[in-house]
C-alpha cells in the first residue's frame, strides 16, 4: 500500500491514487480558484448569520472517536497560538463511535451532540463557516465498502448545509494508520482503502455532480465546497515521501485503533500547519 500522495497517477486494485484526479496531489485550478473566492467570504458573523464586527467565524470538527481526540488536541494547540485570528473560533463537533453511516442519518442523536457543542462555547449554527471532518466505517471488501461511505459522505454533507447556512468550506481527511489494531474490523487495509473515499467524492464534485453543487450561479446548493484536509495515512513504520509521518505502535493506544496522547498532538499539529499554509484557509485562519 502506497500512500494516495507518493504514487501519482499509479493504480491500487485498479483505481488510480493521488489526492485529485489525474493522479494530482493538488487540487485543479478552476476548483482552488472556486476555493480561493469562497475563503474571501468568510467574515465574522453574529448569532443570526450578520456580519458584524464583534461576530465569529466558527471553524467545526464532524467525525468519530479519533477526530475528537486529535480536535481536543487541535484546541489546546489553538488556544496557545498568537498567530491565529481572534475572531475564529474551532468547536469540536465529533463525538466517538460516530461512524458515516450513522451520521448520515438526519435523525440521528449525534446531531444533538453537535449542537450542544456550539451552545457550550456560546456560539450559533449561522456562525459555522468551515469544517474540518474525519470518518470511518465498519469493514467491507473494496470498492464495495468506500463507495458505499462515499455516498454516506454526501448525506452527511447535505445535512451539514441544511444545519449550517452559512457553510463554505470543508477539509476532509482520511484515516490514519491501522495496521497496529488489535481488532479485525480496523486492521489494513482498511484504514487506507477508505481515503479512496475522500478522493471520489471530491472528485465527484470537481466533475459537477448536481448532488455536490456548492456555486449558486450552478444550480440548488446542497454542500459547501470540499478539499483534501492533511492527508493522515502512512504504512507504518515504512513513512512517506514527505517524511512526515510514520506510525509505529508507541503512536497508537492499547486497541492500537486510537492515537496514543502524542500522536494526537501529532495529528493536531499536522492539521495546524495546514491551516495556517493553505491558501483557502490561511485568509481566515490567520491573524491578518
Known amino acids: 500500500m502506497i500512500p494516495l500522495p507518493d504514487l501519482g497517477a ?38 443570526d448569520g450578520r456580519k458584524s464586527d464583534s461576530g465569529l467565524i466558527v471553524l467545526l470538527s464532524i467525525g468519530m472517536s479519533n477526530t475528537t481526540q486529535e480536535s481536543r488536541s487541535f484546541r489546546a494547540i489553538a488556544k496557545a497560538d498568537s498567530q491565529l485570528n481572534p475572531e475564529m473560533l474551532f468547536v469540536d463537533g465529533a463525538e466517538g463511535a460516530q461512524t458515516a453511516a450513522k451520521i448520515a442519518d438526519p435523525a440521528s442523536k449525534y446531531w444533538v451532540t453537535v449542537e450542544s457543542r456550539l451552545r457550550e462555547v456560546e456560539a450559533a449554527a449561522a456562525q459555522a463557516q468551515a ?63 477508505e481515503g479512496f473515499s475522500v478522493k471520489w467524492l471530491i472528485a465527484d464534485q470537481i466533475a459537477g455532480k448536481p448532488e455536490l453543487n456548492y456555486d449558486p450561479v450552478k444550480g440548488a446548493v446542497q454542500s459547501p465546497w470540499i478539499a483534501w484536509g492533511p492527508y493522515l495515512w502512512a504504512d507504518g513504520l515504512k513513512g512517506r515521501n514527505d517524511g512526515m509521518v510514520v506510525w509505529k505502535r508507541e503512536d497508537l493506544g492499547p486497541d492500537g485503533t486510537h492515537p496514543s496522547m502524542l500522536r494526537r498532538e501529532k495529528v493536531a499539529r499536522l492539521l495546524m500547519d495546514f491551516l495556517k499554509k493553505d491558501p483557502t484557509s490561511r485568509p481566515w485562519f490567520v491573524k491578518q
Open 10 to 47: 499509479g493504480t491500487y486494485k485498479g483505481e488510480q491514487r493521488g489526492l485529485y484526479p489525474e493522479g494530482s496531489s493538488v487540487p485543479p485550478p478552476a476548483h482552488l480558484r472556486a476555493g480561493l473566492r469562497l475563503a474571501k467570504e468568510l467574515t465574522p458573523l453574529d448569532r
Open 131 to 193: 469544517l474540518w471532518t474525519k470518518e470511518a466505517d465498519a469493514k467491507e471488501d473494496f470498492p464495495v465498502e468506500p463507495k458505499r461511505m462515499q455516498e454516506e459522505l454526501v448525506r452527511v454533507l447535505h445535512i451539514l448545509h441544511n444545519k449550517f447556512p452559512n457553510l463554505k468550506i470543508a477539509y476532509l481527511s482520511s484515516r490514519i494508520y491501522g495496521g497496529w489494531a488489535a481488532s479485525p474490523p480496523n486492521l489494513e487495509p482498511h484504514a487506507y482503502e
